[in-house]
């Protein structure tokens, strides 16, 4: 599927030290909430912005004697997530509980799949720039409960805690360090995000904490990562530390910038990193330590004995991989070969779902460029301007697609287009009837044409010699003509009569 991807591995990114230039070795756990109307182990509700409280099972409350039934549905979105990536399916996984106490989190541990994923090993390919791509291996994805939310700002006295995501299903997909500088990391949560959306296992929100990464950082001595990739010894690379919880593309790159920054500092000064957990703090622009392996808790992972292990079957697998949307490198693929576009231009109609499925609609049975051209420049143009999505656009793929029709029959010409594209963002309507409502139809009439060229050339004499002396004024007239017509006057038989005219 990804054959069409011929491209060279970028090279890392190195930060000039006082001592000695280093590199960056980055790996990313994402946890990535299931799209599903219902919780891992409960039938209770997903839904976001629902009151405190409103969305809890008495299994997600640790009610005395409930216990968890799995979700098909969330198993069938991480396999669909698993054969997106390219990855291994395990048909058989298990679970485990992560004990430890937090007020969040009533059963007092979290239901996961360390030791047993669902999915194995996969990879990614990111973009990095025409040619330019780098590939980042998975190394498994596992199911996951999430925990609650604790609410420390509403009382100066008191916490408080909703409940509402308490079992919401999570799917956790970890990178191995093959990422080598923030863009990197940046573009490759950016293209994970929109397999997600693409496949809708995720609906990617990551302002509702939907989509967050536990970003890695290490640095290392130009040549060690090379020494780590042919040994897979972990020992060439240096001493990482974990950044939790980061929700924005932009931070993700601003921390990790940091953190290099900040262990090469150490390190240059004799000291050790110590292996750790921080936090981002976007307002002073630094990382801060959360709390480092010596205080980690003791987790006492054990398989769960209220879930027995999970088996699934081949051919289970095998009809859901049957039901694949195409991904976004196929479509992007699909859209350069079939429909002549740009890499460019089709990397732009490709990076949300819904702007693809929108350009679909507009160039089925008409020209691609013509499509690209308008949805890119001009409708996506206009809805940046108004602070809008293609879901809240107030001009629908068909009404666009009308407007390109009247365009190639040559009923409107470009100008046109635009003053009848205006009308239906403002005030809707079909474009063809718009036309022809409000005598907007372009003038083809070789004999009307040549009528206003005869007159606007008999008026102005002394332009007319200066034309046959320069023929790049002649371009003049043709603005007078179209000005004269109202701009319904066919440009191409415009410039050809003016010329003809003139030429004479």
């Given amino acids: 599927m990804l054959d069409h991807l011929d491209f060279t591995t970028p090279d890392p990114k190195r930060i000039a030290g006082a001592t000695s230039d280093w590199e960056l070795v980055i790996g990313l756990e994402v946890h990535a909430q299931v799209s599903s109307n219902a919780k891992l182990f409960s039938g209770a509700s997903t839904a976001f912005g629902a009151e405190p409280n409103s969305n809890v099972a008495f299994v997600d409350a640790a009610m005395p004697g409930m216990l968890p039934v799995i979700n098909e549905f969330c198993v069938a979105q991480a ?51 025409p ?35 308490t079992g919401v299903a999570l799917m956790e997909i970890v990178s191995r360090p093959d990422l080598r500088g923030p863009e990197e990391a940046a573009a490759y949560v950016a293209k994970l995000r929109q397999i997600l959306r693409y496949l809708g296992t995720c609906d990617g929100n990551m302002q509702n904490g939907n989509l967050r990464a536990d970003v890695n950082v290490s640095v290392c001595k130009p040549g060690d990562y090379e020494r780590y990739q042919e040994t897979q010894d972990f020992s060439h690379l240096g001493t990482r530390c974990e950044i939790k919880n980061m929700n924005s593309l932009r931070f993700i790159q601003q921390a990790i910038e940091y953190e290099a920054r900040r262990q090469i500092a150490i390190i240059e000064d004799g000291g050790e ?26 987790y006492r992972y054990f398989p769960d004995p209220d879930l027995l292990p999970l088996e699934i079957e081949q051919a289970w697998v095998d009809a859901i991989g049957a039901d694949m949307p195409e991904l976004p490198d196929a479509k992007k693929a699909r859209f350069v070969k079939e429909l002549g576009l740009s890499e460019y231009d089709a990397g732009v109609l490709t ?41 809240t656009s107030p001009v629908s793929a ?60 008999a008026a102005n004499p002394a332009q007319v010699e200066k034309a046959k002396q320069n023929p790049k004024l002649a371009g003049w007239f043709v603005g007078q003509v179209l000005k004269a017509t109202g701009g319904k006057a066919n440009p191409a038989a415009v410039n050809e009569l003016v010329a003809k005219k003139l030429g004479g």
């Fill in 79 to 129: 396999v669909k997530t698993g054969l997106g990536l390219m990855a291994e399916i395990n048909l058989r996984s298990a679970f485990d509980r992560k004990n430890y106490f937090y007020p969040d989190l009533p059963q007092g541990y979290q239901i996961s799949q360390l030791y047993h994923p669902i999915v194995g090993e996969g990879e990614i390919i990111i973009d990095m720039g």
């Fill in 131 to 165: 040619g330019v791509g780098r590939k980042v291996r998975i190394e498994r994805i596992h199911l996951e409960q999430d925990a609650g939310k604790s609410i420390h700002d509403m009382d100066p006295n008191m916490s408080f805690v909703d409940f509402n995501r």
């Fill in 273 to 298: 990193i110590v292996q750790e957990t921080r936090l981002y703090d976007p307002d002073r622009g630094e990382t801060r330590s959360m709390r480092s392996k010596e205080e980690a808790h003791d």
């Fill in 351 to 391: 990076a949300e779902v819904e702007n693809a499925d929108y350009f679909e609609k507009v160039a089925a049975g008409r020209d691609g460029k013509a499509a690209a051209n308008w949805v890119i420049n001009e409708l996506f143009g206009r809805l940046n301007k108004e602070d809008l999505t293609i879901e």
């Fill in 398 to 457: 068909a009404q666009l697609g009308g407007i390109i029709d009247l365009i190639a029959k040559g009923d409107i010409s470009g100008k046109i287009a635009k003053d009848l594209f205006e009308i239906v963002w403002t005030e809707g309507g079909e474009p063809a009837q718009i036309v022809e409502a409000r005598g907007m139809k372009q003038v083809t009439d070789l004999g009307e044409i040549e009528k206003v060229v005869d007159e606007i050339i």
